[in-house]
């Protein structure tokens, strides 16, 4: 394992700190997408716009969107973590602008995993 | 990377990861010396000496530095490729500072692309980090501001559908477009 930095502690801190706020409720869910150059590479960016078009349209204030860094898997970029509270994060590869859109609606909203587009389970170690 | 829109993004998120809490993106168009320059400049950790002289290698860098890895020599080489060049200034806690040079009339400059969503995603994706952008071209200086955005929002966050209408409204006015399709700001290649 690699030395820990304060850097990686600070950002360890972050990342427990908003999947703690996801997890209490505060919002009904958030959603990462992965902003790291290859992701933007192979569209990322498109994900992310389409993402918010798609939250707009349809009027929801309560899904918190953030960026984070590659998540360690740069061929199968686009990727996407959804977290819902009380659930574990579930990580979506292979993304585009329409897929992010039905991950929205069936996960976020509608509560039930698209398995098409699921990698797995679980967060990447920060750092 | 597409056109430079796109590279702006990749830069800024290094500077994300650099703990800069303010990124400052310029872009100055000088017809007169044929040149577009790009800077980016941040008020994050910085980078040691011997980091900045490596960093614009593709292949010297992610094994113990994560927050660098492609995205600078990614930009040299469009830089290059536009008869151009790029450097990296870094002081240690302070802050970094990348100018990408290009030549205006160059067949290879990669066009400007969409400003506007790459603000947007910036925006959006880092609550914690203030991102601006400053576009000088023919003697006319123009910003955006998201120190401004938040401030005349107060509580609601830049994702929701208020915050959302706000940075598209403040962007188009910036940029000089007019949000027109849900998915995001479209504007014609080159609009800088």
Redesign the interface.
Known sequence: M?RLSV?SL?ALR?QLQAERAGREGKCRATVI?H????G??AGA??V???L??????R???D?????S??AGMCSREPMATVQRPGEAPVKYADLD?KKIVRVLDEHVIGGSIVKEYALAMGSERA? | ?QDLA?HI??IA?NS??A?ASLVVIRLQERPSEDLLRLEIIDNG?GMSEEMRRQVLSPFTTSR?E??V???LA?LAQAAREAGGDCRVESTPFHGTRIVADFRLSHIDLKPIGDLG??M???A?????TDFALEIERGGGLRRFDTQEIRASLGDA?L????G??VLRGHLGEVLGTRPT????LKESPNAC
């Open positions: 690699a850097q600070n972050d997408v902003m790291g150059t290859c933007i590479s960016r498109q992310m716009t389409a918010l078009g798609a939250l707009e349209e009027g929801i204030a899904v918190a969107v953030s960026s860094g590659c602008e750092g | 990377m796109h993004l990749d998120e994300v990861r703990h950790e113990t994560r927050r890895g492609l995205g990614l969503e790459t947007l995603v910036l959006v994706g880092h609550s914690d966050p994702c929701s559908p208020t959302l209408r399709h849900p998915y995001g």
